[in-house]
């Protein structure tokens, strides 16, 4: 059974750092793209990150590049999501999600497992 297990999560003061995990657990991340997507109150849920399986070409939005960066580790079956310069508009639940296909994709109905998510709050 594919499972996914975010982590990492928690309340930082504007302009601070959280890194978060998602582990994999019943199925190798080697062929899966993996998506960060985040849901803040009253919002939809938007993609924030994802990192691709063939050649592990990262996507960014736009409202999160150049403050964060998305890496895997095949061999840990773990992805992690380094958040850097955070903003009070970063505060949501962060999802991690995966989908067996190739190349990102920033559309949440492709992503067919999904994590339990973690809350970020950044406030001061």
């Known amino acids: 059974q594919l499972q996914l297990v975010e982590s990492g999560g928690g309340l930082v003061q504007p302009g601070g750092s959280l890194r978060l995990s998602c582990a994999a657990s019943?199925?190798?991340?080697?062929?899966?793209?993996i998506g960060w997507f985040r849901q803040a109150p009253g919002k939809e849920r938007e993609v924030v990150s994802c990192i691709s399986s063939s050649d592990g070409s990262p996507f960014h939005a736009d409202s999160v590049k150049g403050r964060f960066t998305i890496s895997r580790d095949n061999a840990k079956n773990t992805v992690y999501l380094q958040m850097n310069s955070l903003k009070p508009e970063d505060t949501a639940v962060y999802y991690c999600?995966?989908?067996?296909?190739?190349?990102?994709?920033?559309?949440?109905?492709?992503?067919?497992?999904w994590g339990q998510g973690t809350q970020v709050t950044v406030s001061s």
């Open positions: 019943g199925f190798t991340l080697d062929y899966y793209v």
């Open positions: 999600a995966a989908t067996r296909r190739d190349y990102c994709s920033g559309y949440a109905v492709v992503y067919d497992s």
